[in-house]
């Protein structure tokens, strides 16, 4: 732990670096806000933070950088409730207010919303399929020789498959066989889908067998959750170092390793992973500010966003906060 002074020198030393991305000085530490001592005895507090780990200097006679170190202190002893403000918060409302449609279509603007919220890349990381289960399905006439049966999951996530009727099936047989499967797929594992009893009529179980076929694909499904990345030109401008801006792209073109960071972070109990903490080498000079998604109070996916470790944490967490809130509570209605 830091005393109060050794805090808010450390707090005005991070805010400077994230707005300036240069080194600090006592100078301009003396001039922060609850910094109210001499710049002779900050230059020395400076210097034990950088003793203790807190503070880097860069070279010789240059100011002061926050070490990975430096930005935990500063993230977990944020004053007050993180908020996002008046503009941003109107632009996540009225996003949510017009957003409709499919699922896949939400979580990648969602993404776009949330990087441009940021300036920073985002990463949404969808439903698994492997654990939604059917919340409905209908089977939809179009002609007399083609139909829909349109099946909705768990996660909020529609599925459409085309099938072609057998011979004389009209309305009355697509309701019986809608109401038919409904009956014994509803809260059934998308997944894994239980065998459908016959029901003594021929032409409504071949309309639930043609169904059933096209509900079923045809390589298994392996429940990979789709990751949605948008704002990767932000983190490429956030580096001097190609080396460094190659490395970050590399990682997340790799969906699996995402998708498992995201997790792992979550299942760690943070919010926030900086440098050596995402556990991923390439991504030692990023953090990654995540929050869950939930649909009935279950975690369905994940949300975040991605950049330098010199990040504006407090927008960055803000932002996170408030549009898995909302995604969250646009899935539920469904």
Same mark, same amino acid.
Do not use: W
């Given at each position: &732990?830091?005393?109060?002074?050794?805090?808010?020198?450390? @707090?005005?030393? $991070?805010?400077?670096y994230?707005?300036?991305?240069?080194?600090?000085?006592?100078? !301009?530490?003396?001039?922060?806000?609850g910094v109210?001592?001499?710049s002779?005895t900050i230059?020395?507090? &400076?210097a034990?933070?950088e003793a203790?780990?807190?503070?880097l200097?860069p070279?010789t006679?240059?100011?002061r $950088?926050?070490?990975?170190?430096?930005?935990?202190?500063?993230?977990?002893?944020? @004053?007050?409730?993180?908020?996002?403000?008046?503009?941003?918060?109107e +632009?996540?409302?009225?996003?949510? +207010? @017009?957003? !409709?449609? /499919?699922?896949?279509? &939400?979580l990648a603007a969602?993404? @776009?919303l949330?990087?441009?919220?940021t300036d920073?890349?985002s990463?949404?990381v %969808?439903p698994?399929?492997? /654990?939604?289960?059917?919340r409905?399905?209908?089977?939809?006439?179009?002609?007399?020789?083609? *139909?829909l =049966?349109?099946?909705?999951?768990?996660?909020?996530?529609?599925?459409k498959h085309?099938l072609?009727?057998p011979?004389g099936?009209?309305d009355?047989r697509?309701?019986?066989?809608t109401a038919h499967?409904t009956?014994?797929?509803?809260?059934?594992?998308r997944?894994?889908?239980? =065998?459908v009893?016959?029901?003594g009529? /021929?032409?409504t179980?071949?309309?639930?067998?043609?169904?059933?076929?096209?509900?079923?694909?045809?390589?298994?499904?392996?429940?990979? %959750?789709?990751l949605?990345?948008?704002?990767?030109f932000r983190?490429?401008?956030a580096?001097?170092?190609? #080396?460094?801006?190659? %490395?970050?792209?590399?990682?997340l073109?790799? +969906?699996y390793?995402v =998708?498992?960071?995201?997790?792992?972070?979550l299942?760690r109990?943070?919010?926030?992973?900086?440098?050596s903490?995402?556990?991923?080498?390439?991504l030692?000079?990023?953090?990654?500010?995540?929050?869950?998604? #939930?649909?009935e109070g279950?975690r369905?996916g994940?949300?975040g966003?991605?950049?330098p470790t010199? &990040?504006?944490y407090?927008q960055a967490l803000?932002?996170?906060?408030? =549009?898995s809130d909302?995604?969250?509570?646009?899935? *539920? /209605?469904?």
């Amino acid at each position: &732990m830091l005393d109060d002074r050794k805090a808010a020198i450390l @707090r005005a030393v $991070v805010e400077e670096y994230i707005e300036t991305a240069q080194p600090v000085g006592s100078g !301009h530490v003396a001039a922060a806000p609850g910094v109210d001592v001499s710049s002779a005895t900050i230059r020395n507090e &400076m210097a034990q933070l950088e003793a203790d780990g807190y503070l880097l200097q860069p070279h010789t006679s240059a100011g002061r $950088v926050p070490t990975e170190k430096g930005y935990r202190f500063f993230v977990d002893h944020l @004053r007050g409730p993180v908020r996002l403000p008046g503009a941003s918060a109107e +632009q996540v409302r009225a996003f949510f +207010q @017009r957003a !409709h449609g /499919e699922v896949e279509d &939400m979580l990648a603007a969602t993404g @776009r919303l949330l990087s441009n919220l940021t300036d920073l890349a985002s990463v949404v990381v %969808s439903p698994s399929s492997a /654990e939604a289960t059917v919340r409905s399905v209908q089977l939809v006439g179009l002609t007399s020789s083609a *139909a829909l =049966v349109v099946l909705v999951l768990s996660d909020g996530s529609i599925e459409k498959h085309a099938l072609e009727p057998p011979e004389g099936a009209g309305d009355e047989r697509l309701g019986a066989a809608t109401a038919h499967l409904t009956l014994h797929l509803r809260d059934a594992s998308r997944s894994s889908l239980p =065998v459908v009893p016959a029901t003594g009529d /021929e032409t409504t179980d071949d309309l639930v067998l043609r169904a059933l076929d096209a509900l079923s694909p045809d390589e298994p499904r392996d429940g990979m %959750s789709h990751l949605y990345i948008d704002g990767t030109f932000r983190v490429a401008q956030a580096f001097d170092a190609i #080396e460094t801006v190659r %490395s970050v792209l590399g990682i997340l073109e790799q +969906q699996y390793v995402v =998708v498992t960071l995201l997790r792992d972070v979550l299942d760690r109990g943070l919010q926030v992973a900086i440098g050596s903490e995402t556990g991923v080498a390439p991504l030692a000079e990023c953090a990654l500010v995540v929050a869950p998604y #939930e649909i009935e109070g279950e975690r369905f996916g994940t949300i975040g966003v991605l950049g330098p470790t010199r &990040m504006n944490y407090p927008q960055a967490l803000a932002a996170v906060a408030v =549009v898995s809130d909302r995604l969250s509570d646009r899935l *539920a /209605e469904g």
